[in-house]
């Protein structure tokens, strides 16, 4: 007999939609039968995500979204809702990454990197939760049937690799943020995971993979590949299911055995 996760009748909302692991991130949300909202601040490149979603036969809609700007993620979220309606699930996934070694670190450095991946995913999940709550107290108007938080943060955060000590300090920040979120949270209904990906091949850094360099690394991993955007799609809509009302602080990592 199939299993079959069906998301039709959620919102949710992926940041860092405009590509990569969002723009994926959102095309299996949509199969799965939720309205997605695209958000980004490359709103052209969401504009064609949306028409290749609408031509799939899904439901998307995208708003302009600047992690690093409080005011920017209020608005957003509050056009979001007004859009397609009150939002069940978070793919808290925007993100910068940074290859300076920690004695090259300047401050702009740092904050670029901390503004993005640790201050903006705990206020964008910070602006949902809260809505979120006001809805499971009966203080705001939508049905409520459970949210779903999901951080991406990275294998990263699990352990550090040379060169990317700022990377991998702020999404180990991620990774603590999420239990503490999914302690606080769940009395409420939301449940808050992090899935933490390995090497995965996107727009980033796909020119590494094809340097000697990235080559050598790809054949120090244990099954010498690195992964599609699309491994990651069993991970997420696991945690974003109707069905994982009992996977609460669970920190997920999908790296295909690249870090043991």
Not at 57 to 64: E, K, S
Not at 134 to 158: C, D, Q, Y
Not at 230 to 244: G, I, K, R, T
Request: contains cysteine; charged residues 20%; neutral net charge.
């Amino acid at each position: 007999m199939a299993y079959e996760i069906d998301l039709a009748g959620r919102v949710a909302m992926v940041t860092g939609a405009s590509g990569g692991l969002g723009a994926q991130f959102a095309r299996v949300l949509a199969r799965a039968g939720a309205g997605v909202v695209l958000a980004a601040r490359r709103t052209e490149r969401l504009k064609t995500l949306r028409a290749e979603i609408e031509a799939a036969g899904g439901d998307a809609h995208f708003v302009a979204l600047d992690v690093t700007d409080v005011a920017s993620i209020r608005a957003a979220v509050a056009h979001a809702e007004t859009e397609m309606g009150v939002i069940d699930i978070l793919v808290n996934n925007s993100g910068v990454a940074s290859t300076r070694k920690l004695v090259d670190v300047t401050p702009d450095d740092y904050d670029h990197v901390m503004d993005t991946n640790t201050r903006g995913a705990f206020f964008v999940a910070q602006e949902v939760a809260r809505r979120m709550i006001a809805r499971s107290k009966g203080e705001a108007p939508g049905t409520f049937t459970g949210g779903r938080i999901v951080n991406v943060a990275s294998m990263a955060g699990l352990g550090v690799a040379p060169g990317i000590g700022v990377y991998a300090m702020s999404k180990a920040a991620v990774v603590h943020m999420t239990r503490a979120m999914a302690l606080e949270w769940g009395r409420f209904g939301i449940n808050v995971n992090a899935l933490c990906p390995g090497y995965i091949d996107t727009e980033i850094n796909h020119q590494v993979w094809q340097t000697e360099a990235g080559q050598r690394m790809v054949q120090g991993f244990p099954r010498k590949r690195v992964g599609a955007p699309a491994d990651l799609d069993v991970v997420l809509m696991m945690l974003c299911a109707n069905e994982s009302r009992f996977v609460n602080g669970a920190v997920v990592s999908a790296n295909d055995g690249q870090q043991i």
